[in-house]
């Protein structure tokens, strides 16, 4: 899990360098390997940060996949997101 947290920094200070391909290098890898080991503690965080670096070099779809599953991910944790409410 400490890994998880390395890349997941490794990812945001590659996207404030501008560094989007690096960014997504280690995002995706990051992501890919949460979702496989079913952790979703900072895979929200994870995947909007991928969904970010995919918009940067023009890739919506990517974007909107990786976006998609920041919020299916937060709704696994019980999170809400602005515009949704708790019945």
């Known amino acids: 899990r400490l890994m ?8 945001h200070i590659a996207l ?14 990051c992501v890919n390997r949460m979702v496989i080991r079913d952790r979703h503690l900072l895979l ?5 940060l991928l969904a970010e670096a995919e918009w940067r070099v023009g890739d919506p779809n990517q974007a909107d996949e990786a976006a998609n599953l920041a919020m299916q991910s937060a709704s696994v944790q ?3 997101w602005p515009g949704q409410r708790r019945g």
């Open 78 to 80: 019980g999170c809400c």
């Open 16 to 29: 404030m360098r501008d560094d989007n391909q690096a960014a997504i290098g280690v995002l995706r890898s």
């Open 44 to 48: 929200p965080r994870a995947a909007v």
């Open 4 to 11: 998880d947290r390395a890349d997941v920094l490794r990812g």
